[in-house]
């Protein structure tokens, strides 16, 4: 029987440096902590179930104001 493959998303560089030294200063391995932000991230979202089934709803980026010079 084939072994089960799960999708594994590529995080982007800037956020794998942040999670690196946040888990170098927690003494915690990479994998807990990034677990930890992620089903945080998604009780936050609505689900109480650990993420399992929250639906997550994009919101469009308000309108930067007309006076911003970026």
Do not use: F
Request: net charge positive; glycine share 8%.
């Amino acid at each position: 029987m084939p072994k089960a493959r799960y999708y594994s998303p590529q995080l982007e560089r800037d956020l794998i440096t942040s999670l690196y030294h946040t888990a170098k200063s927690r003494r915690v391995p990479m994998t807990r902590l990034a677990s930890m932000l992620v089903r945080d991230g998604l009780a936050r979202m609505g689900g109480d179930d650990g993420g399992e089934n929250a639906i997550v709803r994009e919101v469009p980026p308000a309108p930067d104001p007309c006076w911003r010079k970026d």
